[in-house]
């Protein structure tokens, strides 16, 4: 028998049966073989040698050796045996016959020897073919030496495969490498690890195998650098499906002392755009979800989910991070995405984002809307992967942002970037959540989702059509938002019912259908919040289907013209949208057949606001001009001859208020006038042989006048957009006079108002002459209430205040309908640039102001009388409540009475004979009644309603909906809400830009430009103004600038965005600038209590204001707190601070610049944006000077640090310590400084009247801004500043600092602390050496030491105002020491023992004053302080901790004492305890009562000067105490933690 029989033979009888040209059987299990095999090689020494031949042999045939690589094939399932050890083994497939004799020991060495001989035999025979990898036979080698149970020889088999690792070609490499984690022991991987990091740089092909398999090894650190090093540099030369791999490689592999760095270099090496841009022209076939970029994101959130020190070191760098915007800031923005999504890191996150959203444009970090849309529009893939990270984000920003911030344009970019670029899915949940935000109720919501589902409907309209059915369900709540917000909704709507005009779907016309019912039910309703509904919704629709874009001018045209049948599709679809837009103004001009003049008013305004935005097609704007126009002329329109043949006059009628003499065109304000039908002055002033009106006027509620202005406003627009911005055609009404009222005798005794019938004239009667003495007409006729002597129109008007009350209530109507006639005629003819309009214009501004004054004067005059005045009662302006009114069943002119439902009905209050017979039903709480049940009402027959009646038995009142005393009262003390608005328009009046002739240029008088700065200045703060800032930014205004008119229905500037709004302030603001110093160098001239700055003294400077007499200079210095205001307000703009604003930036610093001194247009030019800060901030700085009072040069310092921040790399921190002292105060900050300071030693007059926020501002301008050492001069307010006036000196002001005194104290008190609390944080402590971060901690823990003393030295008064802000710092401050400093203060305790020591000892004071702090709360009962309590007691309780654990890490425990504290008050006096001593000794170790005490010595002596060199000694001898309860107290330090 020969050998190769033999070896047969002898694998047979172990359970193998070996097949000629077929597989070998396996008929027993794998275990019991080898077991049987190595006893027959230990029996006989030849047949392991044999069998080694025997394998060889096998392996060397080409054709056949894959049968004994191949798993073996099973017995036939009739073999009971095999069967059951099959059974038993639990295997369903064999293993191949060389993976078998592998696990036999005698032959394993040379088995794997003869495998790894084989793998030359196959190279370059095989193929690349990617289908046949699993079936090479090299691949079949290497899965023989997989997963070994052992290995006998594991060196020689390593040394062996990287020998063969060396010759093959790259597949069989990569398959090699990939099996190298399998095959060799742990002993070996390291020798592995250093050859594959090795083959890194040398064959960059095989990267993603070798990064596998390093993963998958245990290397060194060292190792692991050198491979991240090389991987890192080959990012930007990588495959991008290659950059997943190595991005979970570099992240996974790095430990927490590296992850910064690394960190760092991926987010400079790593160019997403890149890796987009290429994966697009490679492979389109793919998922979305399996895109390269997709990917790499996908890996970064795998680790940063695992890893904490990932996180951690990824937010720090991108807090701090300095670098411009670019690649990495994707990375970014994605990384805080899915860091978010992480519960715990949430609000850090969140606190991130808002400062980089924040950040100034001078800071290249910031993140701007543009950037962040932008972004979203690139990674479309990635961002849809984190939608739901990218959807808490917005919705947080929605949420958080103020009105018109750059967080909510933020939020506005990221829904709108991710609705275009996303799926259904995503878009459905984004309108969800809009719509969400609108049903919060939230302002700052609302207004946000409102805009953007407007900018998804104009940019994205198909892909929000589905989902219309959301915006659909707020119709049922819109009735509680505002006007611009529902404005906005059905703009909304109106776009994506008519998106599809064209096609005529019919999904489309069910939803326009829809919104027309629902229109037309609001226009029909009898509450008039659901008429203003009505109005904003059907003029929303009619922009939609007749606007310039909707319909296509020739083909309306063409089809009007008579060719309709030969029509193309979208030519029928043109004539259906107008035959819609025309069917939708006949809905709106019927209904107001119906409704009041006010209802009238309210269409012609929102109607004239689509015209101003473009928003009406042409033929539908000549359609409505042509009706308008002729209604008014025909209406309040008449002539000098026409007046007389209407009125019964002596002489010439008197027109008042005529610009031109020779025009005869006439305003009658008089034949529409309310309250003279009502008074019965119609009946006795009218011919007698003249129509009644009417006979031409609907009959509707309210008087007619009100929608005067309104309807001007709709003319003027449409001649303007139809005559490209001319109105010569209507240049008459620049000019026209005004009548007022006709001849009356004021001469007449007096009649009182309750004993007047109306329609009777007994109380009236006309003047007999023409002469002015008694005739109230002749005394009002042309300029005598404007242009006269301010000592005659003074005179006049008090004559005018002691007429009859009646007659003064008529001419309170008259004159209310010409200021608002005024305001119009301005907002139409300042635009126009013919220096003739110009001029009128401004005599129309000076005659308003005039105007206005007579008008509050006559309402102040009514107040108190029956008939005192208001424009809602009189009906003039929309009905303020939502009440159902009166409808009036008799003609225009009578009086009607109104009793709104939600005014308890006084009895008393309503006299019998004020009822007449006139049909009218009339409310009363809730019921409509008769005249006769009214009649019963007012007698007292019927009882009240039971709720009524309730709650007057409660003793509680209903707040009034209507005008009752308290409405009347505003009006008489503020009527600026109650007037006509003036538009954008009206504000380049100020613009001197377009003057030709300075020397023929109209003077605006003091009181015109007051009136409008006046709005300029409400306008502004209401857009520009953060609404968390309007409560204090501004302490002092003029009444009445609160903006928003009731007059004004559709408001353009309440509509307008702050972008809109700083676009039209723009051109005017170098005029703005001028106007200011013109009002300096006036009151400087008449006022000589301020020195005149050289460039406001030259004679050179051209007039802008007239001044007619010393009395003027009152409206001056009004003047200039609104120009101050203003400037200040646009400097601190938040949009100025976004890198797209970046024009306009340096437009406002340029007209800075241009009004000091040397400096011109050409030398702006070549200026960088730091030279003009600083051109700009000396220009401000020039102008203090000539401010009289205090609270000017609070708006001048606040314009300066809003200039300084314009440049923050300007003069930076480091730079300043370079210079000296006299260069340190002469840089930006220095010079803000030294001005706070100059504020606050009362340089400036009425330092009294600064507000405590003020104050506050001033103290943190004046510590902050120091340019030589900002915390040792908050050491100084603390210890001597702050002290004084608590030190008994003369009326208690405190001779350092003259606003200092004890009713300015708390201010005073709370900027200190806050500023002080505030430079903790800032300061860069990391970058102290020892010795000066010891230093440093010893001037903060002093000052707030002295800050805790000077609350027990504060009397009771003092006490409520003052403790609450010293726990609120002291919880500062604690924070800081517990997370900041007493970190630090452990890395330098070695080297500086005694003076950490030294600190802490000092700090304990601190915290022992604070505790007293917080038991005085339970005394006082004050809930103010006791809110504060909590907080701060676990702040101290952590920081008693921290401090523990500082002596703890340095072997100094017996230096410190955990004990009970003493109970002190707040003055510092023990409390004698009622707790009996065992009860107090149990308690000692409650966490509230923890107290650090810094050697016992220290209580004895205020100075402690001797302890810090006694606490090595008592160190040496407290260790061994200590060390039994360090246990304890490190459970509490965890359960702390925990908390």
């Given at each position: 028998m020969n050998s190769s029989q033999r070896c047969r033979q002898a694998i047979d009888s172990c359970g193998v049966d070996i097949v000629e040209d077929g597989l070998p059987i396996q008929k027993a299990p794998s275990a019991l073989f080898r077991y049987k095999l190595s006893e027959a090689i230990r029996e006989d020494e030849d047949l392991g040698s044999q069998l080694g031949d025997f394998l060889d042999d096998l392996l060397s045939n080409h054709d056949s050796i894959s049968l004994y690589l191949d798993p073996m094939s099973q017995a036939q399932p009739n073999d009971t045996e095999l069967s059951t050890v099959t059974d038993v083994a639990g295997m369903p497939q064999t293993e191949s016959l060389v993976r078998l004799m592998l696990g036999v020991d005698a032959l394993q060495t040379r088995l794997i020897s003869t495998l790894l001989e084989k793998f030359p035999e196959y190279i370059g025979d095989e193929g690349n073919d990617e289908e046949a990898g699993a079936t090479k036979i090299s691949a079949k080698l290497l899965r023989q030496l997989r997963w070994l149970d052992y290995v006998i020889d594991s060196s020689g088999l390593t040394e062996k495969l990287l020998e063969t690792l060396g010759f093959v070609p790259v597949d069989m490499q990569r398959e090699i490498i990939l099996a190298l984690p399998d095959i060799i022991s742990d002993s070996d991987t390291s020798e592995v690890s250093k050859v594959l990091a090795g083959m890194l740089n040398e064959t960059p092909e095989l990267m993603l195998c070798i990064l596998e398999t390093l993963g998958s090894l245990e290397c060194s650190s060292g190792l692991l650098q050198e491979a991240r090093s090389s991987v890192i540099s080959q990012l930007l030369s990588a495959e991008p499906i290659d950059i997943p791999v190595m991005m979970r490689f570099l992240l996974q592999s790095v430990s927490s002392d590296v992850a910064t760095p690394t960190i760092l270099r991926i987010r400079k090496r790593l160019d997403l755009e890149s890796v987009v841009l290429a994966s697009r022209y490679q492979d389109r076939s793919k998922d979305i979800d399996q895109t390269p970029d997709v990917l790499i994101f996908d890996a970064i959130a795998t680790c940063l989910r695992s890893h904490k020190h990932l996180r951690d070191a990824w937010l720090k760098i991108i807090s701090t991070d300095t670098d411009d915007v670019g690649s990495h800031t994707t990375l970014d923005i994605v990384v805080l995405l899915i860091i978010h999504q992480i519960t715990t890191y949430t609000k850090r996150v969140e606190s991130i984002l808002r400062n980089k959203i924040d950040s100034v444009s001078s800071q290249p970090?910031?993140?701007?809307?543009?950037?962040?849309?932008?972004?979203?529009?690139?990674?479309?893939?990635?961002?849809?992967?984190?939608?739901?990270?990218?959807?808490?984000?917005?919705?947080?920003?929605?949420?958080?942002?103020?009105?018109?911030?750059?967080?909510?344009?933020?939020?506005?970019?990221?829904?709108?970037?991710?609705?275009?670029?996303?799926?259904?899915?995503?878009?459905?949940?984004?309108?969800?959540?809009?719509?969400?935000?609108?049903?919060?109720?939230?302002?700052?919501?609302?207004?946000?989702?409102?805009?953007?589902?407007?900018?998804?409907?104009?940019?994205?309209?198909?892909?929000?059509?589905?989902?219309?059915?959301?915006?659909?369900?707020?119709?049922?709540?819109?009735?509680?938002?505002?006007?611009?917000?529902?404005?906005?909704?059905?703009?909304?709507?109106?776009?994506?019912?008519?998106?599809?005009?064209?096609?005529?779907?019919?999904?489309?016309?069910?939803?326009?259908?829809?919104l027309y019912i629902y229109v037309r039910k609001q226009l029909s309703s009898v509450y008039s919040k659901y008429n203003r509904i009505g109005v904003v919704g059907t003029v929303s629709l009619l922009r939609q289907l007749g606007g310039e874009n909707s319909l296509d001018t020739a083909r309306v045209e063409e089809a009007a013209g008579g060719s309709s049948t030969m029509a193309t599709q979208p030519q029928a679809a043109n004539i259906q949208a107008l035959r819609r837009a025309v069917q939708l103004l006949e809905m709106l001009m019927d209904s107001g057949r119906h409704q009041s003049w006010t209802f009238v008013s309210m269409t012609y305004d929102e109607l004239a606001h689509i015209v101003e935005t473009k928003g009406l097609h042409r033929q539908l704007l000549t359609w409505l001009h042509e009706n308008v126009s002729s209604r008014f002329a025909a209406q309040f329109l008449s002539d000098i001859d026409g007046l007389a043949e209407r009125y019964v006059c002596p002489g010439q009628p008197s027109v008042a208020l005529s610009l031109d003499e020779e025009e005869t065109t006439v305003l009658d304000i008089f034949n529409h006038n309310g309250d003279a039908a009502g008074y019965g002055m119609h009946k006795l002033a009218k011919r007698q042989d003249q129509p009644e009106d009417s006979e031409s006027v609907p009959r509707l509620r309210g008087c007619m006048l009100a929608c005067l202005p309104s309807l001007l406003r709709l003319i003027q627009v449409c001649e303007k957009a139809l005559s490209q911005n001319s109105l010569a055609e209507i240049d008459a009404l620049l000019v026209c006079g005004i009548f007022l009222l006709p001849p009356i005798d004021i001469a007449t005794p007096r009649t009182s108002f309750v004993s007047l019938e109306p329609g009777i004239s007994g109380s009236f009667t006309i003047a007999d002459s023409s002469s002015s003495a008694n005739n109230a007409s002749r005394l009002l006729a042309g300029n005598a209430l404007v242009d006269v002597n301010e000592d005659e129109r003074r005179a006049l008007l008090d004559s005018i205040c002691h007429w009859q009350p009646e007659l003064r209530r008529i001419l309170c109507s008259s004159l209310y309908t010409a200021a608002n006639w005024i305001r119009e005629i301005v907002n139409a003819f300042a635009d126009q640039n013919t220096e003739e309009s110009r001029a009128r214009v401004v005599q129309r501004v000076n005659q308003l102001a005039h105007i206005e004054a007579d008008l509050e004067a006559l309402a102040v005059s009514l107040r108190g009388n029956a008939g005192e005045f208001h424009p809602g009662a009189a009906g003039l302006i929309p009905e303020l409540s939502d009440s159902l009114s009166a409808r009036p069943s008799v003609p225009f002119g009578g009086q009607a009475l109104r009793i709104q439902p939600s005014t308890p009905i006084d009895a008393q209050a309503i006299e019998p004979n004020e009822l007449h017979s006139s049909g009218l039903l009339v409310e009363a709480g809730g019921l409509l009644l008769s005249q006769e049940d009214t009649r019963k009402l007012v007698s007292g027959t019927i009882d009240m309603q039971p709720a009524e009646a309730s709650m007057k038995k409660r003793g509680r009142k209903r707040k009034s909906g209507g005008f009752g005393t308290s409405t009347t009262e505003d009006f008489a003390k503020s009527l600026y809400p109650f007037l006509r608005e003036l538009s954008f328009s009206a504000f380049q009046i100020l613009d001197l830009s377009h003057e030709h002739s300075a020397e023929h240029r109209p003077l605006l008088s003091p009181y015109g430009l007051w009136v409008i700065l006046r709005e300029l200045s409400a306008a502004v703060s209401s857009k520009l103004v953060r609404r968390a800032e309007k409560r204090h930014l501004w302490a002092s205004k003029p009444p009445g600038l609160q903006f928003g008119t009731l007059a004004t229905f559709s408001s353009n500037i309440a509509s307008s965005t702050a972008s809109k709004m700083f676009a039209n302030l723009?051109?005017?603001?170098?005029?703005?600038?001028?106007?200011?110093?013109?009002?300096?160098?006036?009151?400087?001239?008449?006022?000589?209590?301020?020195?005149?700055?050289?460039?406001?003294?030259?004679?050179?400077?051209?007039?802008?204001?007239?001044?007619?007499?010393?009395?003027?200079?009152?409206?001056?210095?009004?003047?200039?707190?609104?120009?101050?205001?203003?400037?200040?307000?646009?400097?601190?703009?938040?949009?100025?601070?976004?890198?797209?604003?970046?024009?306009?930036?340096?437009?406002?610093?340029?007209?800075?610049?241009?009004?000091?001194?040397?400096?011109?247009?050409?030398?702006?030019?070549?200026?960088?944006?730091?030279?003009?800060?600083?051109?700009?901030?000396?220009?401000?700085?020039?102008?203090?000077?000539?401010?009289?009072?205090?609270?000017?040069?609070?708006?001048?310092?606040?314009?300066?640090?809003?200039?300084?921040?314009?440049?923050?790399?300007?003069?930076?921190?480091?730079?300043?310590?370079?210079?000296?002292?006299?260069?340190?105060?002469?840089?930006?900050?220095?010079?803000?400084?030294?001005?706070?300071?100059?504020?606050?030693?009362?340089?400036?007059?009425?330092?009294?009247?600064?507000?405590?926020?003020?104050?506050?501002?001033?103290?943190?301008?004046?510590?902050?801004?120091?340019?030589?050492?900002?915390?040792?001069?908050?050491?100084?307010?603390?210890?001597?500043?702050?002290?004084?006036?608590?030190?008994?000196?003369?009326?208690?002001?405190?001779?350092?600092?003259?606003?200092?005194?004890?009713?300015?104290?708390?201010?005073?008190?709370?900027?200190?602390?806050?500023?002080?609390?505030?430079?903790?944080?800032?300061?860069?402590?990391?970058?102290?050496?020892?010795?000066?971060?010891?230093?440093?901690?010893?001037?903060?823990?002093?000052?707030?030491?002295?800050?805790?003393?000077?609350?027990?030295?504060?009397?009771?008064?003092?006490?409520?105002?003052?403790?609450?802000?010293?726990?609120?710092?002291?919880?500062?401050?604690?924070?800081?020491?517990?997370?900041?400093?007493?970190?630090?203060?452990?890395?330098?305790?070695?080297?500086?023992?005694?003076?950490?020591?030294?600190?802490?000892?000092?700090?304990?004071?601190?915290?022992?004053?604070?505790?007293?702090?917080?038991?005085?709360?339970?005394?006082?009962?004050?809930?103010?302080?006791?809110?504060?309590?909590?907080?701060?007691?676990?702040?101290?309780?952590?920081?008693?901790?921290?401090?523990?654990?500082?002596?703890?890490?340095?072997?100094?425990?017996?230096?410190?004492?955990?004990?009970?504290?003493?109970?002190?008050?707040?003055?510092?006096?023990?409390?004698?305890?009622?707790?009996?001593?065992?009860?107090?000794?149990?308690?000692?170790?409650?966490?509230?009562?923890?107290?650090?005490?810094?050697?016992?010595?220290?209580?004895?002596?205020?100075?402690?000067?001797?302890?810090?060199?006694?606490?090595?000694?008592?160190?040496?001898?407290?260790?061994?105490?200590?060390?039994?309860?360090?246990?304890?107290?490190?459970?509490?330090?965890?359960?702390?933690?925990?908390?």
């Amino acid at each position: 028998m020969n050998s190769s029989q033999r070896c047969r033979q002898a694998i047979d009888s172990c359970g193998v049966d070996i097949v000629e040209d077929g597989l070998p059987i396996q008929k027993a299990p794998s275990a019991l073989f080898r077991y049987k095999l190595s006893e027959a090689i230990r029996e006989d020494e030849d047949l392991g040698s044999q069998l080694g031949d025997f394998l060889d042999d096998l392996l060397s045939n080409h054709d056949s050796i894959s049968l004994y690589l191949d798993p073996m094939s099973q017995a036939q399932p009739n073999d009971t045996e095999l069967s059951t050890v099959t059974d038993v083994a639990g295997m369903p497939q064999t293993e191949s016959l060389v993976r078998l004799m592998l696990g036999v020991d005698a032959l394993q060495t040379r088995l794997i020897s003869t495998l790894l001989e084989k793998f030359p035999e196959y190279i370059g025979d095989e193929g690349n073919d990617e289908e046949a990898g699993a079936t090479k036979i090299s691949a079949k080698l290497l899965r023989q030496l997989r997963w070994l149970d052992y290995v006998i020889d594991s060196s020689g088999l390593t040394e062996k495969l990287l020998e063969t690792l060396g010759f093959v070609p790259v597949d069989m490499q990569r398959e090699i490498i990939l099996a190298l984690p399998d095959i060799i022991s742990d002993s070996d991987t390291s020798e592995v690890s250093k050859v594959l990091a090795g083959m890194l740089n040398e064959t960059p092909e095989l990267m993603l195998c070798i990064l596998e398999t390093l993963g998958s090894l245990e290397c060194s650190s060292g190792l692991l650098q050198e491979a991240r090093s090389s991987v890192i540099s080959q990012l930007l030369s990588a495959e991008p499906i290659d950059i997943p791999v190595m991005m979970r490689f570099l992240l996974q592999s790095v430990s927490s002392d590296v992850a910064t760095p690394t960190i760092l270099r991926i987010r400079k090496r790593l160019d997403l755009e890149s890796v987009v841009l290429a994966s697009r022209y490679q492979d389109r076939s793919k998922d979305i979800d399996q895109t390269p970029d997709v990917l790499i994101f996908d890996a970064i959130a795998t680790c940063l989910r695992s890893h904490k020190h990932l996180r951690d070191a990824w937010l720090k760098i991108i807090s701090t991070d300095t670098d411009d915007v670019g690649s990495h800031t994707t990375l970014d923005i994605v990384v805080l995405l899915i860091i978010h999504q992480i519960t715990t890191y949430t609000k850090r996150v969140e606190s991130i984002l808002r400062n980089k959203i924040d950040s100034v444009s001078s800071q290249p970090t910031a993140y701007t809307p543009q950037l962040v849309e932008t972004t979203i529009q690139k990674f479309p893939a990635v961002f849809s992967t984190q939608f739901a990270a990218l959807l808490s984000v917005s919705s947080w920003l929605i949420r958080t942002s103020s009105l018109g911030s750059q967080g909510s344009r933020v939020a506005q970019a990221i829904v709108v970037g991710a609705f275009g670029t996303m799926g259904m899915f995503q878009r459905q949940e984004i309108s969800g959540e809009l719509a969400v935000h609108i049903g919060s109720g939230n302002l700052n919501e609302v207004d946000t989702a409102t805009r953007i589902y407007l900018e998804l409907a104009q940019r994205h309209p198909r892909e929000l059509r589905p989902f219309a059915v959301f915006i659909k369900g707020l119709l049922d709540y819109v009735d509680n938002l505002s006007i611009d917000h529902i404005r906005s909704i059905f703009d909304t709507l109106g776009i994506l019912s008519t998106l599809n005009n064209s096609s005529g779907s019919a999904q489309d016309d069910s939803m326009f259908n829809d919104l027309y019912i629902y229109v037309r039910k609001q226009l029909s309703s009898v509450y008039s919040k659901y008429n203003r509904i009505g109005v904003v919704g059907t003029v929303s629709l009619l922009r939609q289907l007749g606007g310039e874009n909707s319909l296509d001018t020739a083909r309306v045209e063409e089809a009007a013209g008579g060719s309709s049948t030969m029509a193309t599709q979208p030519q029928a679809a043109n004539i259906q949208a107008l035959r819609r837009a025309v069917q939708l103004l006949e809905m709106l001009m019927d209904s107001g057949r119906h409704q009041s003049w006010t209802f009238v008013s309210m269409t012609y305004d929102e109607l004239a606001h689509i015209v101003e935005t473009k928003g009406l097609h042409r033929q539908l704007l000549t359609w409505l001009h042509e009706n308008v126009s002729s209604r008014f002329a025909a209406q309040f329109l008449s002539d000098i001859d026409g007046l007389a043949e209407r009125y019964v006059c002596p002489g010439q009628p008197s027109v008042a208020l005529s610009l031109d003499e020779e025009e005869t065109t006439v305003l009658d304000i008089f034949n529409h006038n309310g309250d003279a039908a009502g008074y019965g002055m119609h009946k006795l002033a009218k011919r007698q042989d003249q129509p009644e009106d009417s006979e031409s006027v609907p009959r509707l509620r309210g008087c007619m006048l009100a929608c005067l202005p309104s309807l001007l406003r709709l003319i003027q627009v449409c001649e303007k957009a139809l005559s490209q911005n001319s109105l010569a055609e209507i240049d008459a009404l620049l000019v026209c006079g005004i009548f007022l009222l006709p001849p009356i005798d004021i001469a007449t005794p007096r009649t009182s108002f309750v004993s007047l019938e109306p329609g009777i004239s007994g109380s009236f009667t006309i003047a007999d002459s023409s002469s002015s003495a008694n005739n109230a007409s002749r005394l009002l006729a042309g300029n005598a209430l404007v242009d006269v002597n301010e000592d005659e129109r003074r005179a006049l008007l008090d004559s005018i205040c002691h007429w009859q009350p009646e007659l003064r209530r008529i001419l309170c109507s008259s004159l209310y309908t010409a200021a608002n006639w005024i305001r119009e005629i301005v907002n139409a003819f300042a635009d126009q640039n013919t220096e003739e309009s110009r001029a009128r214009v401004v005599q129309r501004v000076n005659q308003l102001a005039h105007i206005e004054a007579d008008l509050e004067a006559l309402a102040v005059s009514l107040r108190g009388n029956a008939g005192e005045f208001h424009p809602g009662a009189a009906g003039l302006i929309p009905e303020l409540s939502d009440s159902l009114s009166a409808r009036p069943s008799v003609p225009f002119g009578g009086q009607a009475l109104r009793i709104q439902p939600s005014t308890p009905i006084d009895a008393q209050a309503i006299e019998p004979n004020e009822l007449h017979s006139s049909g009218l039903l009339v409310e009363a709480g809730g019921l409509l009644l008769s005249q006769e049940d009214t009649r019963k009402l007012v007698s007292g027959t019927i009882d009240m309603q039971p709720a009524e009646a309730s709650m007057k038995k409660r003793g509680r009142k209903r707040k009034s909906g209507g005008f009752g005393t308290s409405t009347t009262e505003d009006f008489a003390k503020s009527l600026y809400p109650f007037l006509r608005e003036l538009s954008f328009s009206a504000f380049q009046i100020l613009d001197l830009s377009h003057e030709h002739s300075a020397e023929h240029r109209p003077l605006l008088s003091p009181y015109g430009l007051w009136v409008i700065l006046r709005e300029l200045s409400a306008a502004v703060s209401s857009k520009l103004v953060r609404r968390a800032e309007k409560r204090h930014l501004w302490a002092s205004k003029p009444p009445g600038l609160q903006f928003g008119t009731l007059a004004t229905f559709s408001s353009n500037i309440a509509s307008s965005t702050a972008s809109k709004m700083f676009a039209n302030l723009l051109p005017i603001f170098p005029s703005l600038l001028a106007f200011l110093d013109c009002c300096l160098e006036t009151r400087a001239r008449y006022c000589h209590d301020v020195s005149m700055p050289d460039r406001l003294s030259s004679r050179n400077r051209p007039r802008l204001i007239s001044i007619d007499a010393p009395d003027d200079v009152a409206a001056v210095e009004q003047c200039i707190d609104l120009l101050l205001q203003t400037v200040s307000t646009v400097l601190h703009w938040d949009g100025l601070q976004i890198g797209s604003e970046h024009s306009s930036l340096v437009a406002i610093l340029s007209a800075l610049a241009r009004q000091g001194q040397h400096t011109d247009d050409e030398e702006l030019a070549d200026m960088e944006v730091s030279a003009l800060v600083r051109r700009s901030f000396d220009y401000i700085l020039g102008i203090a000077p000539a401010v009289a009072v205090s609270s000017r040069a609070l708006d001048i310092l606040r314009m300066l640090v809003a200039v300084r921040g314009f440049a923050p790399l300007y003069e930076t921190k480091e730079e300043v310590c370079c210079m000296g002292a006299e260069q340190r105060n002469n840089t930006m900050d220095g010079q803000i400084s030294s001005f706070a300071q100059r504020v606050l030693n009362a340089e400036w007059q009425g330092s009294e009247s600064l507000k405590p926020v003020d104050l506050e501002y001033l103290v943190a301008q004046h510590i902050t801004k120091n340019p030589h050492d900002s915390m040792q001069l908050a050491y100084e307010y603390a210890t001597q500043i702050l002290p004084g006036p608590l030190q008994g000196t003369a009326d208690g002001v405190d001779k350092t600092l003259a606003v200092l005194r004890l009713s300015t104290f708390a201010p005073c008190y709370k900027a200190v602390s806050q500023t002080l609390a505030a430079l903790v944080q800032n300061a860069k402590l990391n970058e102290l050496s020892g010795s000066d971060l010891l230093q440093f901690c010893s001037v903060v823990v002093d000052a707030w030491m002295e800050l805790c003393r000077i609350t027990q030295k504060l009397n009771q008064s003092m006490q409520r105002s003052v403790l609450h802000l010293a726990l609120r710092s002291g919880y500062t401050m604690t924070d800081v020491f517990a997370k900041t400093i007493i970190p630090r203060l452990d890395a330098c305790f070695f080297a500086h023992r005694e003076e950490v020591v030294a600190v802490l000892q000092r700090m304990q004071k601190c915290t022992r004053i604070l505790q007293s702090i917080c038991n005085h709360s339970k005394v006082s009962k004050d809930t103010k302080l006791q809110s504060a309590v909590p907080q701060t007691k676990r702040k101290l309780e952590q920081l008693i901790f921290q401090v523990y654990m500082l002596m703890s890490n340095n072997d100094s425990l017996g230096a410190i004492d955990l004990g009970t504290l003493k109970h002190r008050d707040v003055h510092g006096q023990l409390v004698g305890s009622q707790i009996p001593r065992d009860q107090l000794e149990s308690d000692s170790e409650s966490l509230e009562s923890l107290d650090v005490s810094m050697a016992s010595e220290s209580e004895q002596s205020e100075d402690n000067a001797a302890a810090p060199q006694r606490i090595t000694e008592k160190a040496r001898r407290g260790n061994g105490r200590a060390i039994g309860s360090r246990n304890k107290i490190g459970k509490r330090i965890e359960l702390l933690q925990r908390r």
